[in-house]
T-cell receptor, first 114, second 114 residues
Framework: DAGVTQSPTHLIKTRGQQVTLRCSPKSGHDTVSWYQQALGQGPQFIFQYYEEEERQRGNFPDRFSGHQFPNYSSELNVNALLLGDSALYLC?????????????FGPGTRLTVT | AQTVTQSQPEMSVQEAETVTLSCTYDTSESDYYLFWYKQPPSRQMILVIRQEAYKQQNATENRFSVNFQKAAKSFSLKISDSQLGDAAMYFCAYRRDNNNDMRFGAGTRLTVKP
């Protein structure tokens, strides 16, 4: 039973470029959340997708957008990259919204913006 | 706004000893959930323990237990019989009921000395 997988593992982009990160949820999960974890800090909630729609969004600008596919996998897109977007991006999956059940996290994608 | 504070950036414990990690949070909500996550060098966040605010009984999971003081808005994690594999970053997190925005503290780096 595969857990949450994310690709790529590492990514280096230049300021102003666009990036797409990918996440496959744990088998049987239908909800995907994205978090940004800056160096030395705790993760910050970006948004959550359920039934292919963005259900809730944290305090992130519109440059951050996402998508969920019918197979529940998800993408995080960041446009017009800034140096401050350098961080570890974590994906977490769960079953149904608002569940108190465990969110399973992936290993993350390390994004470096130069 | 709900905030989570971990006042101990680093903690150290001798193998087989007990250590307590502190966490305080700020909220005006009555229904919420509290979590402790472990993030080893592999970066994958792992749920250690969770507590529902409506439950007075402190949660326990094997060697891990919490001291939940709702009035004081305190949620500490006690690790008994510490093992080398417990070495990691530990994050305290808060999520209010029916809300997907999970708030994390800045983390405590735990070192376990053999």
């Amino acid at each position: 039973d595969a857990g949450v997988t994310q690709s790529p593992t590492h990514l280096i982009k230049t300021r102003g470029q666009q990036v797409t990160l990918r996440c496959s949820p744990k088998s049987g999960h239908d909800t995907v959340s994205w978090y940004q974890q800056a160096l030395g800090q705790g993760p910050q909630f970006i948004f959550q997708y359920y039934e292919e729609e963005e259900r809730q969004r944290g305090n992130f600008p519109d440059r951050f957008s996402g998508h969920q596919f019918p197979n529940y996998s998800s993408e995080l897109n960041v446009n017009a990259l800034l140096l401050g977007d350098s961080a570890l991006y974590l994906c977490a999956s769960s079953l149904e919204q608002y569940t108190t059940d465990e969110q399973y996290f992936g290993p993350g994608t390390r994004l470096t913006v130069t | 706004a709900q905030t989570v504070t971990q006042s101990q950036p680093e903690m150290s414990v001798q193998e087989a000893e007990t250590v307590t990690l502190s966490c305080t949070y700020d909220t005006s909500e009555s229904d919420y959930y509290l979590f402790w996550y472990k993030q080893p060098p592999s970066r994958q966040m792992i749920l250690v323990i969770r507590q529902e605010a409506y439950k007075q009984q402190n949660a326990t999971e094997n060697r891990f237990s919490v001291n939940f003081q709702k009035a004081a808005k305190s949620f500490s994690l006690k690790i008994s019989d510490s093992q080398l594999g417990d070495a990691a970053m530990y994050f305290c997190a808060y999520r209010r009921d029916n809300n997907n925005d999970m708030r994390f503290g800045a983390g405590t780096r735990l070192t376990v000395k053999p």
